[in-house]
């Protein structure tokens, strides 16, 4: 069996990489530069379940081959769940974590600590070459801090302190993200349905 990991976000690919192994380890995963190039078109999609989809369709499109991929986020409550679904352009350059998160630490300022609650949400989907394709979610809760703390992760996890955990996600091991992050919920329950579906 072999799938391609439809992310271009390296931060991802090692997440998505190690959740795959540790379910499925017999399934090889390809990463985007093992497969033919292609150019992700942009994600205009309103729900990350929509940019989920988008994506895996796009690579099994370009590859034919089964894909997986995912759309997340950070929704703040103090921003009407913002940034969402534009959490990796939120200060205007796609990718620029460290600017994403200065930025949405300079919005709360002033928002005092019972209000500073936010969540991660990923959509992940699995797409294949005769049309099937499934969505499912995963979310973590949180909160946010003043200033960063830890190296670990990427993009927002030097903020976020998940409920009832004393680390931020960049401070906990890889082992103790992905047991409780959005991405290790989402692609426990996708997994195990993509190997049904191959197997049948
Ligand atoms: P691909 O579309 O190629 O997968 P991307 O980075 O553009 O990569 P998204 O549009 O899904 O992916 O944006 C995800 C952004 O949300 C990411 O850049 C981070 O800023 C944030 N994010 C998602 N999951 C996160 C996590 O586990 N920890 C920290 N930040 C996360």
Redesign the pocket.
């Known amino acids: 069996m072999r799938v391609v990991l439809a992310?271009?976000?390296a931060?991802?690919v090692v997440?998505m990489r190690r959740l795959l192994a540790a379910q499925a380890p017999y399934v090889e995963v390809l990463g985007l530069a093992d497969v033919q190039a292609y150019e992700?078109g942009p994600?205009t999609g309103a729900t990350f379940a929509a940019?989920a989809l988008a994506?895996a369709l796009e690579a099994v499109e370009a590859t034919g081959l089964p894909a997986v991929?995912?759309?997340?986020?950070?929704t703040v409550d103090a921003l009407n769940g913002m940034p969402g679904v534009l959490?990796?352009r939120w200060a205007g350059r796609?990718?620029d974590?460290r600017a994403?998160l200065e930025l949405v630490l300079g919005q709360l300022a002033d928002v005092p600590d019972e209000r500073r609650g936010a969540g991660?949400v990923?959509a992940a989907a699995y797409a294949l070459p005769d049309g099937r394709s499934e969505v499912v979610h995963g979310e973590v809760r949180g909160t946010l801090l003043r200033a960063p703390r830890g190296t670990g992760?990427?993009?927002?996890?030097p903020i976020f302190l998940p409920e009832g955990m004393a680390l931020t996600?960049a401070e906990l091991s890889p082992h103790d993200k992905d047991r409780i992050?959005?991405?290790g919920q989402a692609l426990r329950l996708l997994v195990p349905r993509l190997v049904d579906v191959l197997r049948a």
Request: overall charge negative.
């Open positions: 992310t271009a976000n931060g991802k997440e992700p994600e940019n994506k991929a995912d759309d997340s986020g950070l959490s990796a796609h990718g974590d994403n991660f990923c992760g990427f993009g927002y996890d996600s992050s959005h991405r």
